[in-house]
């Protein structure tokens, strides 16, 4: 009974740890975004965000990706697509399908908030000492594991 009561407090701490830093994160994915507002909604950035990562794809496959009714989808495409960030096209070999690509406007938004999030966050690593670093290292690459996630290099196929 004892072991589990420190078990217990232990994830505590681990979890009480992991929502301060999430805290931290939000504000600065909400700070990144911020400057294309006027550009694009959130969930279009989402959007944005996954087809420039995952690639073109069916608005079926776009709607799942995004956890959205289909219906949705397609409404959030006809905007980005009438501000030209992105296209469709009609998939070759079933007329009745269209697959949605990212378009070079949308990828440069997608670019831009990616640069403005990796210097708000390299200012704050750029503070800890080289220890520190390297354990977070360790412990974020084990959380994102332990979540399903896949690495940065695989998920944002392409980006420099």
């Known amino acids: 009974m004892m072991q589990q009561k420190a078990t217990d407090q232990a994830l505590d701490e681990v979890t ?20 294309i507002e006027d550009q694009v909604t959130l969930s279009q ?15 079926a496959q776009l709607a799942a990706e995004l956890q959205v009714v289909p219906s949705t989808a397609t ?12 296209e469709r096209r009609p998939v070759p070999e079933n007329r009745r399908e269209v697959e949605v ?14 640069r403005d999030r990796r210097r708000r966050l390299r ?7 080289a220890g520190d670093r390297n354990a977070l ?3 974020l690459n084990a959380f994102a594991e332990a979540a399903g996630e896949v690495p940065e290099q695989q998920w944002y196929l392409g980006w420099e």
Do not use: F, N, W
Not at 16 to 35: E, F, K, N, Q
Not at 101 to 114: E, M
Not at 123 to 129: A, E
């Open 75 to 86: 409404r959030m495409c006809d905007r980005l697509e009438r501000k030209r960030l992105i």
């Open 101 to 114: 690509r990212i378009a070079d406007a949308g990828r440069r938004i997608v670019a831009q908030v990616a």
């Open 16 to 35: 009480d740890a992991v929502l301060t830093a999430s805290r931290v994160l939000v504000g600065i994915a909400a700070g990144s975004i911020a400057p």
């Open 45 to 59: 950035y989402r959007a944005l965000v996954v087809l420039h990562g995952r690639g073109p794809q069916s608005l």
């Open 123 to 129: 200012t704050i690593v750029d503070r800890l000492d």
């Open 137 to 139: 290292v360790g412990a």
